[in-house]
């Protein structure tokens, strides 16, 4: 289990003009898929980059089975699936996959026999000595996904990664995630598109201008995740009024 305990990280008006995070706090259970949902700037990347360490924290602390995340190599259990831009484009993608081995410690066999499966899986034997800028966004989604297999972790952590994919590309997606799932895998994935989160996720985490103001077990056969999230986020309430004077008259 990861334990997010009070993480807070205030960021100056003048260095950044997000809210930052105070006191956030919820655990992410062994075999969870953990919907992590907020408006934009609300504090969801921040949070995930604090577990990460890539944040400096003001106060709180993140820990994996009672232990500190950031010692004994502990976070070598996570990975993270960064954004499309924020990868090497004109590397291959055999090239960067490997590039990730190197970097994790994972021995060319290893990385032999795992590539073989996971460019199975992914669809991605014929396009793994392309370079990625060459790929489709599906592609470089499975790209990233491949080096993020790789490593085997045991929890991946997702930010908005179905961003700019096509109908068919975000059910592949999922179904990967469902997958993933299946074999042990725990997730944590944040999406702006809350029925992709309604179909996997067994769990809600909600964050708003950078506190917790949710956080549960979520059971999509009896609860809908948009009312919960019009519940207590307390969304802007947009004013028709002036939609209502346009068709007031009617349709032409």
């Known amino acids: 289990m990861i334990e997010v305990k009070q993480l807070t990280r205030v960021f100056n ?24 949902v907020g408006d934009n700037g609300a504090g969801k990347t921040t949070t995930i980059k604090a ?7 003001q106060s709180g602390m993140v820990t994996i089975d009672g232990h500190d995340l950031h010692k004994n190599n502990n976070l070598q259990q996570l990975s993270f699936f960064p954004d499309s831009n924020n990868i090497p484009m004109n590397m ?38 392309k370079r990625i800028r060459e790929l489709s966004a599906g592609l470089k989604k ?5 080096s993020v297999l790789i490593r085997k972790p045991k929890y991946i952590f997702l930010d908005e990664p179905t961003a700019n ?29 809350i029925e992709e989160l309604q179909e996997i996720a067994n769990h809600l985490v909600l964050i708003s201008k950078g506190r917790i103001v949710y956080d ?9 995740m948009i009312d919960i999230y019009r519940k207590y986020s307390n969304p802007k309430k947009i004013n028709l009024t002036p939609l ?8 032409m």
């Open 13 to 36: 008006k003048k260095q950044d003009t997000g809210f930052g995070i105070r006191n956030v706090s919820f655990n992410i259970a062994d075999g969870d898929i953990v919907a992590f």
């Open 51 to 57: 577990i990460f360490g890539e944040v400096h924290l």
């Open 92 to 129: 291959k993608v055999d090239e960067y996959v490997q590039y990730l081995c190197a970097a994790n410690g994972i021995s060319h066999e290893e990385y032999f026999t795992n590539s073989i499966e996971i460019y199975e899986l992914l669809e991605l034997e014929a396009h793994r000595n």
């Open 142 to 146: 499975r790209a990233i996904m491949a």
């Open 165 to 193: 994919l096509d109908v068919e590309s975000k059910i592949e997606f999922i179904d990967i995630l469902k997958e993933l799932n299946h074999f042990g895998v725990t997730i944590l994935i944040t999406s702006h598109i």
């Open 216 to 224: 549960a077990p979520f059971d999509n056969r009896t609860e809908k």
């Open 244 to 251: 209502k004077n346009v068709y007031k008259g009617g349709v």
